[in-house]
């Protein structure tokens, strides 16, 4: 008798246990399954959900996942049984790593956070014109997407919307933008060149470009509200800001040795020498390298000293050769 309960006992732990690793398992999987709660028309699973941005406060139709076969575009659809499409929900297109490109109505007013997070393969993305929000983690690992225009209209860059953006190389941000949160451009190695808003509200965070290794140059048209000492931090390329006379940019570029150009002051760029370019001749490459090493070890003189030390310390030293080197393998 006694045997025999221990084998019944046995068997339901092991059959529990059964249906608890089942469970698990179909929890952790990417595949979507039916949800009450949402209905399904053409590839999209859909709800009625608020929306921040909308100041009615009412529930409108949102595109909750995308349940369709795996293509390269994916075109969103404007309406769905005559109502209007208006917001992408978070993680809408979460993984998919075939896509390439993803095509918005200009209905939509709001897209939420990590909506497009690692699609590796996403090169293009519309933003319509609605949207208030660039939100948090929308491109994260987005390795491929290239070239984005951020629509006018838009206030707010948040945290790690295009952290990891990886071929990412310019970004022109409208002068509606007040708001970079800190890591909204963070790992994006490829950036070069960023445009800022002409906006006296605007505030960057510390680590709003942390780790853009290439990025070389930023251009504030105008004053700015706040910028954090460390908005930039690990910019190694970034030798210059330019800026109308304000003590805010002026502060954080000498606290990080970069070169502050005063655009109420210097009329021209062109006259200000460029660190790096030894041999003067527009082009930053191993002949500039050359010519450092030989005005190190053999004292020669340079053609224009502030193009010789590129560290911006005053002296020119094996520093300079090493952050030469560095922008060169960069």
């Not at 070239?147 to 295009?162: C, L, M, R, T, Y």
């Amino acid at each position: 008798m006694m045997k025999n309960t221990k084998k019944l006992f046995a068997g339901i732990i092991s059959s529990a246990l059964s249906c608890c690793l089942l469970l698990s398992s179909n929890l952790s999987s990417d595949k979507v399954y039916a949800d009450p709660n949402y209905e399904e028309c053409d590839g999209f699973q859909y709800g009625f959900f608020k929306c921040y941005d909308d100041p009615s406060d009412e529930k409108i139709l949102t595109i909750h996942r995308y349940i369709g076969p795996d293509t390269e575009k994916i075109v969103v659809p404007s309406e769905i049984n005559g109502t209007k499409v208006k917001q992408i929900g978070e993680s809408a297109f979460r993984n998919n790593e075939t896509v390439k490109e993803i095509v918005i109505p200009d209905t939509v007013i709001c897209i939420e956070g990590y909506a497009f997070e690692q699609c590796p393969n996403l090169e293009r993305v519309n933003l319509p014109e609605g949207i208030k929000n660039i939100n948090y983690g929308l491109f994260v690992g987005c390795s491929k997407l290239d070239n984005v225009k951020i629509p006018d209209g838009v206030e707010a860059i948040h945290q790690s919307a295009f952290f990891r953006c990886k071929s990412l190389a310019e970004i022109s941000l409208p002068d509606s933008v007040y708001f970079i949160e800190h890591e909204a451009f963070s790992e994006c190695k490829n950036l070069k060149s960023v445009r800022m808003p002409s906006n006296e509200k605007l505030k960057i965070e510390g680590g709003a470009f942390y780790r853009c290794w290439r990025l070389s140059e930023v251009d504030f048209p105008s004053k700015t509200g706040f910028i954090d000492e460390k908005a930039f931090n690990a910019c190694f390329s970034l030798r210059r800001l330019c800026g109308h006379s304000y003590e805010n940019i002026s502060r954080l570029c000498s606290k990080s040795g970069i070169q502050y150009i005063d655009l109420d002051s210097t009329p021209n760029l062109n006259d200000i020498p460029t660190e790096g370019d030894i041999n003067t001749d527009g082009v930053i490459s191993t002949a500039d390298l050359t010519n450092l090493i030989s005005i190190v070890i053999n004292g020669s003189a340079p053609k224009n000293m502030d193009s010789a030390d590129v560290y911006r310390d005053g002296e020119i030293n094996s520093i300079d050769l090493a952050y030469l080197k560095n922008m060169l393998l960069l």
